[in-house]
């Protein structure tokens, strides 16, 4: 436990305070025009808000009109679900009314990732079960996510929760889930004011708790990552999920001599990279890495240290639709978390890297099969927060059934995964949540 703590709270409001034990040493507390820094609750320093903010304030101006449109359109839309389909509690009720709008509220969505494969996935989900689900960020360059509404807000607007505010009292939304990576905008709502107008939700993609004054506000709350029932106990977990319906298998032995990984390169994912690498030509494999194109110095340092050639890094790919339309070419399909998951419930053979050291694991990667999948699907496809003597080292028998021309059985887990991992969970909420007369 470290002794000396650094808590952040939102944009607004008392943003910083550090304590080392129970002592408050200082604090910063920002306002709609200015900046108070506290040094053992003295105040010793102000200065004007910074031009950030007050630029925000114009983003948001600018993007107003199209939001509003955006928002007035979809808020129109008619149910088309057909009423033979409801039950008979539901059928006139869902027969006459528009659909609900529900906003997925997240901070930023990159090119790859999972916290973004989980966001469009969710709103995939909404839009089945006869929802209208909208975006909402401060920047997406996330590409699949673009196929639904998309509207855009800048979060250090001193004004952002007025701006949604109006949305909510002009009906034009009739719930907001919040997908959080970052809570931080969360301290700057008035969640209370709302939560008697509209349903709130949250999902949290990473390793964090939230407040035990926030979680009241909302309606439901789960955490995504399964290593959070260790971080916050006694909570909700909604692990990745696949639907069923939607993973055919497809794949077949042609001899191929490629892999892909598929990762994001960020620093944590390097050993990753680098074993991939290493695998692939100890073995004489071609190989593809898919991940987001280098931005910063240290990556295209980390690129241009692995020697790779033009052809072997392609980029973002999407990795569900990736693997629909492209599986075929390769032998196999390496990464961690969503990756695998994805990769095995189409019946392709699938790794999960390893960012153990070789003295305490052997293998840089380890392929799913019947006997290591309970292990590894409980603790999402990470072998990191594995017990390592409970896992066996299967690498090279892999490879040697590639060798003699077939794949054994025990390397395909489609039916296992489509029974394990679904969004009835996801379902339950919305039903109990949404599809009611209110």
């Known amino acids: 436990m470290s002794i000396f703590k650094v808590t952040r709270y939102g944009f ?25 820094f506290y040094l ?24 107003s009109r199209q939001n509003r449109e955006t928002l007035r359109q979809q808020s129109k839309t008619k149910t088309s679900m057909p009423p033979e389909s409801l039950t008979p509690d539901l059928n006139e009720y869902k027969s006459f009314l528009k659909r609900k ?47 639904f ?15 949604i505010g109006k949305w909510i009292d002009e009906g034009l939304i009739h719930g907001i889930e919040f997908h959080v990576k970052n809570p931080r905008v969360l301290y700057d709502l008035p969640l209370f004011d709302w939560k008697d107008k509209i349903m709130l939700g949250a999902q949290i993609h990473n390793l964090f708790a939230l407040t035990k004054e926030l979680k009241q506000q909302f309606e439901y709350c789960h955490y995504i990552v399964s290593s959070q029932l260790a971080f916050v106990p006694k909570t909700k ?13 497809f794949w077949s032995y042609k001899n191929q001599k490629k892999a892909l990984l598929i990762s994001r390169l960020s620093k944590d994912k390097r050993i990753h990279i680098s074993r991939f690498v290493d695998f692939c030509r100890r073995h004489g494999l071609d190989f593809h890495i898919a991940s987001d194109w280098p931005r910063l110095p240290w990556q295209r340092r980390f690129l241009s240290s692995l020697e790779l050639n033009d052809a072997e890094f392609i980029g973002p790919v999407s990795s569900n639709s990736y693997l629909r339309h492209s599986a075929g070419q390769y032998l196999f399909i390496a990464g961690i978390g969503q990756v695998p998951l994805e990769a095995a419930s189409l019946g392709i053979p699938t790794a999960v890297m390893s960012s153990k050291s070789e ?22 496809f990470v072998i990191n927060q594995c017990p ?13 059934n590639q060798t003699t021309g077939a794949i054994r059985e025990e390397f395909f887990l489609e039916d296992e995964l489509k029974n394990l991992r679904t969004p009835n969970d996801l379902i339950e909420v919305y039903e109990r949540c949404y599809m009611k007369p209110s």
């Open 149 to 163: 509404p998309n509207l855009i807000l800048d979060y250090r607007d001193p004004h952002l929760g007025t701006v």
């Open 40 to 63: 053992f609750g003295r105040k010793i320093f102000v200065r004007p808000l910074p031009l950030a903010f007050s630029q925000a304030s114009m983003i948001n101006s600018v993007f």
């Open 388 to 400: 390592i003597h409970t896992l066996t080292p299967n690498a090279q028998r892999f490879m040697q």
């Open 101 to 147: 709008v529900i906003l997925l509220m997240t901070d930023h969505l990159a090119s790859v990732g999972g916290a973004e494969t989980r966001i469009v996935r969710t709103a995939d989900l909404l839009s089945e079960l006869n929802f209208v689900p909208m975006i909402l960020c401060q920047h997406n360059a996330h590409t699949a996510s673009q196929k």
């Open 12 to 36: 607004f409001g008392k943003v910083l305070t550090g304590q080392i034990l129970t002592i408050h040493i200082f604090s910063l507390v920002r306002t709609f025009n200015r900046e108070e």
């Open 359 to 380: 003295k305490e694991f052997q293998d840089p990667l380890v392929f799913l099969e019947k006997d290591n999948l309970p292990l590894l699907e409980q603790r999402n």
């Open 237 to 249: 977990v909604i692990r990745n999920w696949i639907d069923a319906s939607k993973s055919n298998s």
